[in-house]
Nanobody, 113 residues
């Protein structure tokens, strides 16, 4: 059974930084694409970033040049470094393993103005 556990969310002022982490188990992590999504109140869940097994990266336009996704295959972890945070980044952030249709429970990120 695939399990994804996010951590690292919190409250930060605009312009600040946070680093999210996702611990994955129950899958062959190194060969899987992993992703981060987010869902703001009253809005649909949206893609933030993905990273393939070969570390090919993809970002939503709204986070390009501010967020960086990375992976640690030795520890089955995927990270999201978020810099220059804006109030519109406020959302619950979810880790995703698309090949397994698996989601974590999410971690709340709140950016105050």
């Amino acid at each position: 059974q695939v399990q994804l556990v996010e951590s690292g969310g919190g409250l930060v002022q605009a312009g600040g930084s946070l680093r999210l982490s996702c611990a994955a188990s129950g899958l062959i992590f190194s060969i899987n694409t992993m992703g981060w999504y987010r869902q703001a109140p009253g809005k649909q869940r949206e893609l933030v970033a993905t990273i393939t097994s070969r570390s090919r990266l993809n970002y939503a336009d709204s986070v390009k040049d501010r967020f960086t996704i990375s992976r640690d295959n030795g520890n089955n972890m995927v990270h999201l470094q978020m810099n220059s945070l804006k109030p519109e980044d406020t959302a619950v952030y979810y880790c995703n393993a698309p090949a397994y249709f698996a989601w974590g429970r999410g971690t709340q990120v709140t950016v105050s103005s």
